[in-house]
Nanobody
Framework: QVQLIESGGGTVQAGDSLRLSCAVSERTRSKYAVGWFRHAPRKAREFVAV????????TYADSAKGRFTISRDNAENTVHLQMNSLNPEAPALYYCAAIGTDTFLPVRPRLYAFWGQGTQVTVSS
């Protein structure tokens, strides 16, 4: 069982930066990939970024490339999502999710077994 807790959300202005963090419980010895997803009201949950167990491989959504960076510190059991040059958007929940794999980098939400409760991000114009 993996438990995840997101933090770092808030309300910022367009062009600002935010750093989201995902604290992962220590109850598992399995290797796992961690992804970030965004869920806006009345829209489907959408992929943002994913990082593999070692941190050596990452995949980003096209909308995140060049602006967002996903990283992880396995010693601290934490995954971060640095978001720069944020675009105006309606309030959305950002979730981190985990899947037990040491190589696979899934982008589809339904493939992830464990989810956090989300942290809200609002970017005003």
């Amino acid at each position: 069982q993996v438990q995840l807790i997101e933090s770092g959300g808030g309300t910022v202005q367009a062009g600002d930066s935010l750093r989201l963090s995902c604290a992962v419980s220590e109850r598992t010895r399995s290797k796992y990939a961690v992804g970030w997803f965004r869920h806006a009201p009345r829209k489907a949950r959408e992929f943002v970024a994913v990082i593999n167990w070692t941190g050596g491989s990452r995949t980003y959504a096209d909308s995140a490339k060049g602006r967002f960076t996903i990283s992880r510190d396995n010693a601290e059991n934490t995954v971060h999502l640095q978001m720069n040059s944020l675009n105006p958007e309606a309030p959305a929940l950002y979730y981190c999710a985990a899947i037990g794999t040491d190589t696979f980098l899934p982008v589809r939400p339904r493939l992830y077994a464990f989810w956090g409760q989300g942290t809200q991000v609002t970017v005003s114009s």
